[in-house]
């Protein structure tokens, strides 16, 4: 059993930035890779991203690349989405979530395990 828990949410202004975090307990951290999704008003939850268990492999969907960094500590056993020039776009609920290695790492039914997410709104 593994629990997550994402903060770090808030209201920022357009260009602005946000460093998600997202906190795990139970089963060891380093075994799986942790991805992060959003979900928009009236929208289905997207992949935002992810990152392998050694945190040597890193993905992003198209819309945040270059804006969007994660990252992880696993002695701290903690996740981080660090949210650079944000667009009024990325305004959602941001969900952590687990999964093992060799899932298919942008379709949300291969994890296992979800946060209960953060809000990010960003204004124009």
């Known amino acids: 059993q593994v629990q997550l828990v994402e903060s770090g949410g808030g209201l920022v202004q357009a260009g602005g930035s946000l460093r998600l975090s997202c906190a795990t307990s139970?089963?060891?951290?380093?075994?799986?890779?942790m991805g992060w999704f959003r979900q928009a008003p009236g929208k289905e939850r997207e992949f935002v991203s992810a990152?392998?268990?050694?945190?040597?492999?890193?993905f992003y969907a198209d819309s945040v690349k270059g804006r969007f960094s994660i990252s992880r500590d696993n002695a701290k056993k903690t996740g981080y989405l660090q949210m650079n020039s944000l667009k009024p776009e990325d305004t959602a609920v941001y969900y952590c979530?687990?999964?093992?290695?060799?899932?298919?790492?942008?379709?949300?039914?291969?994890?296992?395990?979800w946060g209960q997410g953060t809000q990010v709104t960003v204004s124009s």
């Open positions: 990152i392998s268990w050694s945190g040597t492999s890193t």
């Open positions: 979530a687990a999964t093992y290695r060799g899932a298919s790492i942008m379709n949300q039914n291969e994890y296992f395990a």
């Open positions: 139970g089963r060891s951290f380093s075994n799986y890779f």
